[in-house]
Nanobody, 121 residues
Framework: QVQLVESGGGLVQPGGSLRLSCAASGSIFRINAMSWYRRAPGKQRELVAIITSGGSTNYPDSVKGRFTISRDNDKNTVYLQMNSLKPEDTADYYC???????????????WGQGTQVTVSS
């Protein structure tokens, strides 16, 4: 089995920073793309950052220049550094990873359990 465990959410004032982490564990052969999504109350889930296995990144305009995604392949962990946070960044944040398990030839998307981020004064 494979599991993604997130940490780092919480309450922060506008303009503040938070760093989210998501660690994958289990019978992992390889991790391809890793990403972060968020779902705000009453809104659809949106992609906020993605990083390929080679380290290429992409962000929507809403977070570009404020959020940075990175990964540590030795630790099977992806991070999301969030700076200059705004109230509209308030949401549940979920990590996603395309993982190839040992003994298989295909990738499966796995999700973390979610971590809440609240930006408020």
């Amino acid at each position: 089995q494979v599991q993604l465990v997130e940490s780092g959410g919480g309450l922060v004032q506008p303009g503040g920073s938070l760093r989210l982490s998501c660690a994958a564990s289990g019978s992992i052969f390889r991790i391809n793309a890793m990403s972060w999504y968020r779902r705000a109350p009453g809104k659809q889930r949106e992609l906020v950052a993605i990083i390929t296995s080679g380290g290429s990144t992409n962000y929507p305009d809403s977070v570009k220049g404020r959020f940075t995604i990175s990964r540590d392949n030795d630790k099977n962990t992806v991070y999301l550094q969030m700076n200059s946070l705004k109230p509209e960044d308030t949401a549940d944040y979920y990590c996603n990873a395309e993982i190839r398990r040992r003994g298989t030839t295909y990738d499966v998307p796995y999700w973390g359990q979610g971590t809440q981020v609240t930006v408020s004064s």
